[in-house]
């Protein structure tokens, strides 16, 4: 068929109605032949299944700079959800969402981390896992999220509008999960601090439509400040407020000042690890054996939030 008539049939549907879908994301109108969102590149999946069970998509994101650890966290979450722990349980709603659970346990059982995400839109795949609770059976949560590469989420700081998807998932969602890394706060100066601090701004501007400035109104919604690879930085692990508030002293201000709700965490995947370098003086980290400790509790605090 050509692609003047294929163009022509399609324009047809969608004058008719028929294959149209409101994407839960960005709240525009698309045309599922692709699967995906033409606006942000949501997978179509996301819209048709909230649809279909009738009530709204909350969703709760995870952002972070590049290598803080979020392909590593979101699979662990998945993983520790299937399963079902402290009266919370997950339900992964599309494959993706199997996938990174399964690449991230591949990896960590193989005695390797999992590779970086690729900076390209299409490469990014996109969680949903249905949470909820053993007391609240029908009060959904779900865990939306692409697994953002941090190179992309740096760029949209830098220049907001260049990653769609990123905006308007902010946008949209009922919480946030920010995770830090926490050895780069303790070991490489203020960079983290800024990347706080910027991420901060962006997304109180975006929630507010506003810059931030001394004395305006707070932002409500619940971010969980989440210190990943505590399991190599006990400090952070015994008392992650504290160390948050001593090595990030902008961001922790920032925070204060412009936020209600927001809590640090603590979390680390491996129990014990192994250094390796090769004789060009590259440096490896080797996971020796899993222990998830920190992975539900910021879920559950924002359980708790709503
Ligand atoms: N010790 C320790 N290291 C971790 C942990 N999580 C991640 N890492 C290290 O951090 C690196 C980056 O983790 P990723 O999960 O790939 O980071 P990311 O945020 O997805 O990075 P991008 O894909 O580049 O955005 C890994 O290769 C590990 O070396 C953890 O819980 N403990
Ligand atoms: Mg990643």
Redesign the pocket.
């Known amino acids: 068929m050509s692609n003047a008539t294929e163009q022509l049939i399609q324009s047809t549907r969608f004058l008719d109605s028929t294959g149209r879908v409101t994407c839960v994301c960005c709240t525009q109108e698309s045309f599922s032949n692709t699967g995906y969102c033409s606006h942000c590149r949501a997978p179509l999946d996301l819209s048709r299944t909230s649809a279909k069970r009738g009530t709204p998509v909350n969703f709760v994101s995870v952002l972070?700079a590049?290598?803080?650890?979020?392909?590593?966290?979101i699979g662990m979450l998945l993983d520790v959800l299937s399963k079902g722990v402290r009266g919370i349980q997950g339900l992964p709603n599309n494959s993706f969402s199997v996938s990174i659970q399964q690449h991230t346990i591949g990896a960590l059982e193989s005695r390797r981390?999992?590779e970086?995400?690729p900076s390209e839109a299409e490469g990014w795949q996109w969680v949903h896992c249905e949470v909820s609770t053993c007391a609240k059976r029908k009060n959904f949560l779900d865990v939306v999220t692409p697994?953002f590469?941090?190179e992309a989420i740096a760029a949209e700081l830098e220049h907001p509008g260049t990653h769609r998807a990123i905006s308007c998932v902010v946008h949209q969602s009922k919480a946030i999960i920010l995770?830090i890394d926490s050895l780069c706060v303790r070991d490489s100066g203020r960079d983290e601090d800024f990347f706080g601090m910027k991420m901060a701004s962006y997304i109180h501007s975006l929630r507010t439509g506003k810059a931030s400035f001394v004395g305006q109104k707070k932002t409500k919604i619940p971010i969980a400040i989440v210190l990943?690879?505590t399991?190599?930085c006990p400090e952070a692990m015994e008392d992650p407020q504290q160390f948050a508030t001593d090595n990030m002293p902008g961001f922790a201000k920032f925070l204060q000042r412009n936020f209600s709700n927001f809590r640090f965490f603590a979390a680390?995947?491996?129990g014990s690890?192994a250094m390796f370098a090769d004789h060009r003086g590259y440096f490896m980290?080797i996971p020796l054996h899993i222990e998830p400790r920190g992975i539900t509790e910021p879920l559950e605090w924002i359980i708790l939030q709503k």
């Not at 590049?66 to 966290?73: D, I, N, P, R």
């Open positions: 972070g590049s290598g803080a650890g979020k392909t590593v966290y981390f999992p970086k995400t697994d590469a941090g995770l990943t690879k399991d190599s680390g995947v491996v690890s980290e």
